[in-house]
């Protein structure tokens, strides 16, 4: 069956250090992966997209890397701060059709 | 440039009413997405519409729920005859197509839908 996994479990690490977050697919061909940040009570904001045909993106202090192999996406956040904390939603697509299929979210807490 | 727009944001329903759900996409955006969010979910795909067009409704309950995206207006969400199972955040995405640079879907702040 098809699955979009990341980890349940809340993912608590110290300001300054490299939160590094997992995104695994099964079943899916997607032809790009999103990345989102949720705050409690609030839509969506867009971080990141990556394409199949790309290894890694940048973006200040994030970086996502997508291997279509090993069917997983990794989110980094380097430089960590408690502004930081949120949710972290990745999300695949599998081209043209529109619909994004969303993991169900990792909550990330940075402490001071 | 505003973005998605969506209202109301809180919306209490007792069973058996209608929830009219609206959703204002950004500026220049013709593709519309629906997505529901139940409490300690993540987030389902429900429909999407371009001007005038159902364009995938895969994700839709079959019964009480439907969506339109009219030439002039916003996109609507209308579910009729709640139950309780039906509340929910609901939360509108735009983008301005589906491939290329383009395929970047932005979202709404959502309607929360509370069914008494």
Redesign the interface.
Known sequence: SQKIEQNSEALNIQEGKTATLTCNYTNYSPA?L?W?RQDP??????LL?IRENEKEKRKERLKVTFDTTLKQSLFHITASQPADSATY?C?L?Q???????????TTLQVKP | NAGVMQNPRHLVRRRGQEARLRCSPMKGHSHVYWYRQLPEEGLKFMVYLQKENIIDESGMPKERFSAEFPKEGPSILRIQQVVRGDSAAYFCASSLGTSGSTDTQYFGPGTRLTVL
């Open positions: 790009y999103q989102y009570g609030r839509g969506p904001v867009f997209l939603l999300a697509s081209g043209g059709t529109g619909k994004l299929i969303f993991g169900q979210g």
